[in-house]
Each structure stands twice: as structure tokens, then as C-alpha cells.
């Protein structure tokens, strides 16, 4: 039968909760007395989050246009508003906002008992953060997450409206219909930074390209949500023109998402080179990162958060 | 359909993923390797190797690896990490067979959830820490009560399933919280009603009212005046050891008489039990010896003017030798204090030399009577016997355990013999312990082991889980007769 959801400290103190996909590590700041409510919250909440949402798997991995009733569940009801804007003029699911909107859930229910300086829950990469007026975030930003080495810091104040960072791409945990390593997006919500980096990834692409190699997602998942279309799994060595190419129309579908105030700010990498759009307060090498000096320092790129 | 065939559910948590041959689930955690669900996240190995300084394969992701250099190192899989399969029809997590000296050896590697379980504190001080029987308190919730003491130490019983489970929702979440920082090595603050705050940390001295705690006394007041009366006899005319257990005088005291120490008339309150033994001089506290003296004269009454004189030498001392006092009788009997002669001096400090560091111990106490057993064989209850016949070693994250006699399999274990953080919880809430039952592959087969689920170390790729040395005071697993070396403190 199943595993119980399991929570540990980690020894640097961190909270770490744990059930099926779902792996929470989250920190509070403040008093003793807020940081110990905030963290009873988080555990009591996410006790039963994954059960909530396996209630309605089969709707939540329904096209969002084409959900045949509203989820009852706030977790799965938090996608869904998430991917609403989207599910109109393109295929997506419920399921492409599932990680922020958990991480969102559990941020609720910490500072809903208690008032904190700051906090974050990260949920594999997309973070959920909730910040004081005057406390700040500083979001690290890795290119190869098996060589963790800093090439850029976003700073995220409380002033900023931005309290979700997610994370999209062909390499991560999950299927991407497009082509970018990595897509990290800023946005008011972890899950609606969620959704968008999963369209703005499925954006970065050059259909029918004979380098970028694609099987259907069920072969690889026979649950999965995006059925029988076909993923990336493989990328060979793009030209220039055609990381261009598949850059700007991910810069177009990103442009869009801030004009529409969906979105604060974007991160796309393809290949070593990057595009950053909207205001995305990143500060020092990272311009090294996204515009490689010689072709020679040209490498895949992973984009990871590393909260400091 | 073959693509039937190749997939498996996985039923690891409520998700239910359907996986495909050579593919993880969606928690990147489980995984399905020729049709069998496997989990691949990170799960704790004790070699042999890095304690015996061997060659050391450093635990990282390789893409070719030599499958003999780490084939050849004894291994022992520890539970930590494991998973469970509760409630435990399913074969444990890990089932690994191990050759050790030409005989086949199995070990059932799971990771108990035990809602019965609890620590039992011994807290090395003479000091009173609360009455028998006192609710101990963390974070201000009821965690468990003070019990009987032993000699030299205060007792605590903590956790348990009343206040795990059956007591208020923040009752069982702090006790969980605080049974865990205790078995995961770390300090933890507990209040006993009517009591002292006592800061408990395993294997640390203990913390009493904000006073870290020094030394263990080194036996009873009457204990005391056994050890020492010999060097005492001649530097001075009476002793009187303070204790709130039992105060020694030494005049009165057989050791005393035996010595030829002439009488001096003292008279102390309190209940004579025998000869220069004495029952509660004064009320428990944290002042001399335990009890609540901060002026220890307060429990001498006088001296008898036919026994005793004027320039009588009177030495006062408590059972750990932090308090100590040195008085002269004047013409009234009175006793006026004066500077401790030297010789005394180094008598205190032998009594001192002779108090064991004190030390706050922490034992892990659980059952895994319950279904646990089933993941280990079909039929439960054989289990229990080949334990208790000692067929089956049990070890808790590769350390020793105690197998308390009669039902179920109800085990004792030093929490600072475990490697770090090993113990886990769930929000139930329960604690989960890690443990192992090791057997040779027969007794395993005899007992209705799951035999078809065993699989040999050497099929644990090389950078799977953690790789940590065992530590050194204990046997090695798998080796039942190799004596531990304890730690020297």
C-alpha cells in the first residue's frame, strides 16, 4: 500500500516533506514562535494534498477547455485558474500548473498561522515566496545543477510583485513540447509562473526540425496528461540561425504574457545562449551565461533555483 | 498487448503511476527494471571498506563504473532510507543476500512506522529534577513523566502512545517533534511540573536550571563514607557526607567504627535508618547532594555535650565534591567555619576525581510486533521466535539492539550508535526507526521468508544510496559474535 507523506528537518534546519512526486523544502524567517507555528501549518496542510488531488486525477489531466466540471479541491481549483488564460488557444492541461500550485497551497497555510519576515516553499524548482515589504529574496540561478555554481542572482523584493518562480524545459522532471533546456519565470503566483513557463518552454521550439528527436508522451509515461503528443528527447547541435529562431518565438509568446500582465519577468536558455524578457532583476554574470563570448564556450544549460 | 505487459503500477503512493521497463514514476523515486517496481532515491550503505581504510569508491554518479572494486567490499545495507511497504503484506523494501565466510546470509532491510514507541532518558545528576510520577513538558505540551531513578540518575519515560496518539493533536505533533530531536542526536528543552527545565542533548552532559551538570556523584552519602573513610580517619574528627538520598555520618558509620573513630555526639536531622545512615536530612532540590541546602549546618541539630568538645573538626561534603565545608566547634559546641585544610582539599578532589562525567543518554524503545513482521515472512510469529531463539540478529541502522524477553519484538537502542539522522516521521504521528533482521538464507527460508524476492548486494549499483563507515563501537552486523569497542569518553 502506499507510503505516508514523510516529513523530516534537514540538518541545516530546513523543513522537508516528501509524499509521491511531491517534495517540499521550505523555509520561514522570523520568530522562533512564528517559524515553529508556520511550519505545524505546513505540515498539517500538506498531510492530505496529494490524496486530495489523486481524488480527481482523471479531471485535472483533462485539456482546461474542456473540463467537464470545476475540481473541488483548491489545490487542483489553484491549476486550473493557473492555466485558465492559456487553455483557449492551445493544448494544456490542469496538470502544467500542479507543482506551483501545491507550493503555493503550503505557503498559504504557513502564513495564514503565522507572520513571518519571509518564506519560501520550493517544490522541485518552482518556488512559492512570501516576502515582508522589506524582505528580499536572492534567487540563484545555476546552469548545470551536477556542477552547482552560481552564474546569476535575481533578487525579488517585497516591494515586487513577484512571489512564484517556476522552471520549464525538455531536461526537467517533466515533458516539454518544445526545445529550451530551461525557461524560468517570475510571476505573482508559483503557479501562475508555473503555467507560463511550461507555455513559453513549449514555445522555444522548431517544429519538424531533423535534430530535435520527439516520441509521443505516452510511450514514455502511459498516464501521462499529454497523451499521445509528441515530447522532446533528444536535441543535437543546433546552428546559430536556428537557436535564434527557436529563441525569438519563445521571446514572442514571453513578450506577450508580460504586455498582458500574466507574467513579471522571463528567463529562456537554448543551447547557451538566453533571453531575458520583462524586468527580471538579475544581477552580475549572468550576462556571461547568456551570451557565450566564442562558440567553444557554448554548453547545455540547466537553469535551477538555489535560494541564498 | 507486450506494452501491457512491460508497464507496472506502481502503488507507492496514491498517484498510482503506470510505469514503463527501464522508467521511473513521477516522483523520480520508484522505478520499474525488468518488470519489477524498484525504489532508486538515495537509501544509507554501511561499508566495511572505510572502516578498515581500504580502498574508497567516493559515492557519486558515474557513467562506467568497476563493478569488482565494489563487489568485493562487505556491505551491509542499513533501513535508513529504506521506505516501508505498510501495512506490510508486501515483501520489506529490501531483501539482500550477503555471502559472509562461505555462508549465505539474508538481511530484511525495512523502515519501521511505530506509533508505539518512546525514549527512555537517563540523565546522570543528583539532582532533583521533579517528583516521581511529574508530567514532563516540551513546548509546554504534556511529552511524557519522570520515573523511577537509578543510582546516580534522574529517569525519563518519553513519547508513548497516549501522547503520540491519544492526546491532543499539538500533544502528539510536539512529542513526535521532540521524540525525534532526541534520537536524531539533537538538544531538546524539557520543563517538569514542580521540577527543574532540563536541557537533554544524547551523549552531552545534561543542562539543569541553565547548569550544565559535571559530574555523576560517585555512589550515596553512605557510599561516600565507605570509599573514603580511610583517608579521611585522623585529618579530622567527623565527616558528613550530604545526600538526599542517604547522608553518611562518618563517626556513626560501620566504616567509621570499624576505623576506631571515636564518637562526637552530632546529631542530624532526618530518619535514622542504620548506624550513620540517614533518610531525607532535607527536601529535594539543586543545592547540596541533591537536596535543597544551600547551608548544609541546616541539618545538623546540635552536639551532644557529654560526647562531644570545643575545637571538634567537623568537614562537610556533598556526594560529587561541589560542595564542601570545614568547621571547628567553640567553647559553646557551635561549629564556626574555617578555611579547608589542605589535605582535605585533596581529599574533595578525589571524591571529585571519582564522579563519572555526567551525561544525558537517550535509548530508543519501539515495538515491531505489528505487520512489520509480514514483510519479512508469512507467517509473522515466526519471526518473533527466531529472535527470540537468536536465529535472527536485529540491528537498528546497523547498530546493536537490546530484545526486551517475552511477546512481539520489542527493541532498545543507544540513539549516538545510529549514523546521523536516521530516524524519520510521519505526521500520524509516528516515529519511523530503521531496522534490520539478519539471518542466514536457511533459518530466512525456514522461517517462510519471502525467498523469491531476495537479491544479492552486489546488485545495488555502485552509486546507489549513500555510502557512510560504520561506526566503531559497534559489531559489525552481520558478524554477530565481533564484539563492539565502546567509545572512550
Known amino acids: ?308 | 498487448m507486450s506494452e501491457i505487459r512491460d508497464k507496472i503500477r506502481c502503488d507507492a503512493c496514491p498517484v498510482l503511476c503506470y510505469i514503463k521497463d527501464g522508467m521511473t514514476g513521477a516522483c523520480d523515486r520508484y522505478a520499474n527494471r525488468g518488470g519489477e517496481l524498484v525504489r532508486v532515491d538515495p537509501h544509507l550503505l554501511l561499508d566495511r571498506t572505510l572502516a578498515q581504510g581500504g580502498p574508497v569508491v567516493p559515492f557519486r554518479k558515474r557513467d562506467e563504473w568497476d563493478g569488482d572494486l565494489v563487489a568485493d567490499q562487505p556491505r551491509f545495507v542499513t533501513a535508513i532510507g529504506a521506505g516501508t511497504t505498510y501495512p506490510d503484506y508486501k515483501p520489506a523494501p529490501f531483501i539482500i543476500a550477503t555471502k559472509l565466510n562461505g555462508i549465505d546470509m539474508v538481511t530484511v532491510v525495512t523502515e519501521g512506522i511505530f506509533s508505539y514507541c518512546g525514549v527512555k532518558v537517563k540523565i546522570d545528576t543528583d539532582r532533583h529534577v521533579g517528583p516521581e510520577c511529574a508530567i514532563v513538558r516540551a513546548q509546554g505540551e504534556p511529552v511524557g513523566h519522570v520515573t523511577t531513578g537509578e543510582y546516580g540518575s534522574q529517569m525519563l519515560s518519553l513519547g508513548g502512545v497516549n501522547h503520540l496518539t491519544h492526546g491532543g493533536k499539538k500533544e502528539g505533533r510536539v512529542t513526535c517533534e521532540t521524540l525525534l530531536d532526541l534520537c536524531n542526536g539533537k538538544p531538546v528543552e524539557l520543563s517538569i511540573d514542580n521540577g527543574v527545565t532540563v536541557v537533554v542533548h544524547a551523549g552531552e552532559p545534561p543542562i539543569v536550571n541553565g547548569e550544565v551538570e559535571q559530574r555523576m556523584r560517585v555512589g550515596c552519602g553512605s557510599a561516600t563514607i565507605g570509599m573514603f573513610a580511610q583517608q579521611w580517619f585522623g585529618k579530622v574528627d567527623d565527616v558528613v557526607v550530604v545526600d538526599d538520598h542517604i547522608t553518611g555520618v562518618l563517626s556513626e558509620h560501620q566504616a567509621g567504627k570499624v576505623l576506631g573513630v571515636t564518637e562526637t555526639g552530632i546529631r542530624i536531622r532526618g530518619r535514622k535508618s542504620t548506624p550513620g545512615r540517614y533518610f531525607h536530612v532535607a527536601e529535594p532540590g539543586i543545592g547540596w547532594g541533591g537536596t535543597n541546602l544551600a547551608d548544609p549546618l541546616t541539618i545538623v541539630e546540635g552536639f551532644d555535650p557529654a560526647k562531644a568538645w570545643p575545637g571538634l573538626r567537623l568537614f562537610m561534603v556533598s556526594t560529587t565534591g561541589e560542595h564542601s565545608a570545614y568547621y571547628v566547634l567553640d567553647e559553646a559546641l557551635r561549629p564556626v567555619e574555617a578555611e579547608l585544610p589542605p589535605e582535605l582539599v585533596a581529599s574533595v578532589a578525589r571524591v571529585r576525581e571519582n564522579c563519572e562525567p555526567a551525561l544525558s543518554t537517550v535509548l530508543f524503545m519501539g515495538g515491531a510486533g505489528g505487520s512489520l513482521r509480514a514483510g519479512v515472512t508469512e507467517n509473522p510469529v515466526r519471526l518473533t521466535r527466531s529472535v527470540k531463539d537468536m536465529l535472527t540478529r536485529v540491528t537498528s541502522g546497523g547498530a546493536p539492539v537490546y530484545i526486551w524477553p517475552g511477546g512481539g519484538i520489542t527493541f532498545m537502542v543507544d540513539v549516538t550508535r545510529l549514523p546521523e539522522n536516521a530516524f524519520g516521521y510521519v505526521p500520524t504521528p509516528a516515529l519511523v526507526a530503521p531496522i534490520e533482521f539478519t539471518m542466514t538464507l536457511e533459518d530466512y527460508a525456514a522461517l517462510g521468508g519471502h525467498v523469491d524476492h531476495i537479491r544479492p548486494v552486489e546488485s545495488l549499483r555502485p552509486d546507489y544510496g549513500q555510502t557512510v563507515g560504520p561506526s566503531e563501537e559497534n559489531p559489525w552486523p552481520l558478524e554477530p559474535s565481533s564484539p563492539g569497542r565502546r567509545r572512550q569518553r
Open chain 1, 1 to 308: 500500500m502506499s507510503e505516508r507523506p514523510s516529513v523530516c528537518r534537514l540538518p541545516d534546519g530546513r523543513l522537508h516533506l516528501s509524499h509521491g512526486p511531491i517534495d517540499l523544502v521550505i523555509e520561514a524567517f522570523g520568530r522562533k514562535d512564528a517559524v515553529r507555528a508556520a511550519y505545524a501549518g505546513a505540515i498539517d496542510r500538506f498531510e492530505t494534498i496529494l490524496d486530495e488531488l489523486c481524488e480527481e486525477l482523471p479531471l485535472i489531466r483533462t485539456p482546461a477547455d474542456r473540463l467537464a466540471r470545476v475540481p473541488e479541491g483548491v489545490v487542483a481549483r489553484r491549476m486550473v485558474a493557473a492555466v485558465a488564460p492559456y487553455c483557449r488557444n492551445m493544448f494544456i492541461t490542469p496538470m502544467a500548473a500542479v507543482a506551483g500550485a501545491v507550493a503555493d497551497e503550503i505557503l498559504e497555510a504557513m502564513t495564514a498561522v503565522a507572520t513571518l519576515d519571509r518564506a519560501y516553499v520550493n517544490n522541485g524548482g518552482d518556488i512559492a515566496l512570501a516576502l515582508g515589504p522589506h524582505a528580499e529574496f536572492s534567487v540563484g540561478i545555476v546552469d548545470r545543477p551536477d556542477r552547482p555554481s552560481l552564474v546569476g542572482t535575481a533578487q525579488v523584493t517585497g516591494g515586487s510583485p513577484v512571489r512564484g518562480v517556476a522552471t520549464s524545459g525538455w531536461r526537467g522532471r517533466s515533458f516539454s513540447l518544445g526545445i529550451a533546456d530551461a525557461v524560468t519565470v517570475l510571476a505573482n503566483s508559483s503557479a501562475a509562473a508555473d503555467a507560463a513557463a511550461t507555455v513559453v518552454a513549449n514555445a522555444v521550439d522548431l517544429p519538424g526540425h531533423p535534430l530535435v528527436e520527439r516520441v509521443p508522451a505516452v510511450e514514455l509515461q502511459p498516464d501521462s496528461d499529454l497523451g499521445d503528443r509528441l515530447v522532446t528527447v533528444a536535441v543535437g547541435t543546433l546552428s546559430s540561425d536556428d537557436i535564434e529562431l527557436a529563441l525569438a518565438t519563445g521571446r514572442k509568446a514571453a513578450d506577450l504574457l508580460v504586455r498582458e500582465c500574466r507574467i513579471e519577468a522571463a528567463a529562456l536558455f537554448l543551447a547557451g545562449f538566453g533571453r531575458v524578457v520583462g524586468e527580471l532583476p538579475i544581477a552580475g554574470a549572468m550576462s556571461v551565461a547568456f551570451i557565450p563570448q566564442s562558440e567553444s564556450e557554448r554548453r547545455p544549460v540547466y537553469a535551477r533555483h538555489y535560494l541564498t
